[in-house]
């Protein structure tokens, strides 16, 4: 069983949206920091966003203003909603969890985004 699944990625314009799904199985969800990475090629993998077991949030600069993270622990699953892309945006999204008590980590296989004219 995967642990997380990442989903809707693909091709977007530039200024265009997305909307990235992460469903989580086989842990305690609401217990878990969630958050979202990207790695372009060539790159490191470094943060996008992430949001706290109640609710805060934390964003990069590069996307505050244009990207919004949240969570529904009713589904088990974190959302992305990527807006005003642009070519800059484009890389492999990672979904991950994390719960520092335990010292426990969880990575989703990524996703593709590209944006492009």
């Known amino acids: 069983q995967v642990p997380l699944v990442e989903s809707g990625g693909g091709f977007a314009q530039p200024g265009g949206s997305l909307r990235l799904s992460c469903a989580a199985s086989?842990?305690?969800?609401?217990?878990?920091?969630m958050g979202w990475y990207r790695q372009a090629p060539g790159k490191e993998r470094d943060l996008v966003a992430t949001?706290?077991?109640?609710?805060?949030?934390n964003y990069a600069d590069s996307v505050k203003g244009r990207f919004t993270i949240s969570r529904d622990n009713a589904k088990n699953t974190v959302y992305l909603h990527m807006n005003s892309l642009t070519p800059e945006d484009t890389a492999v999204y990672y979904c991950?969890?994390?719960?520092?008590?335990?010292?426990?980590?969880?990575w989703g296989q990524g996703t593709q985004v590209t944006v492009s004219p």
């Open positions: 991950n969890a994390e719960r520092t008590a335990t010292y426990t980590y969880y």
């Open positions: 086989g842990f305690v969800f609401k217990y878990y920091i």
């Open positions: 949001i706290t077991t109640g609710g805060r949030t």
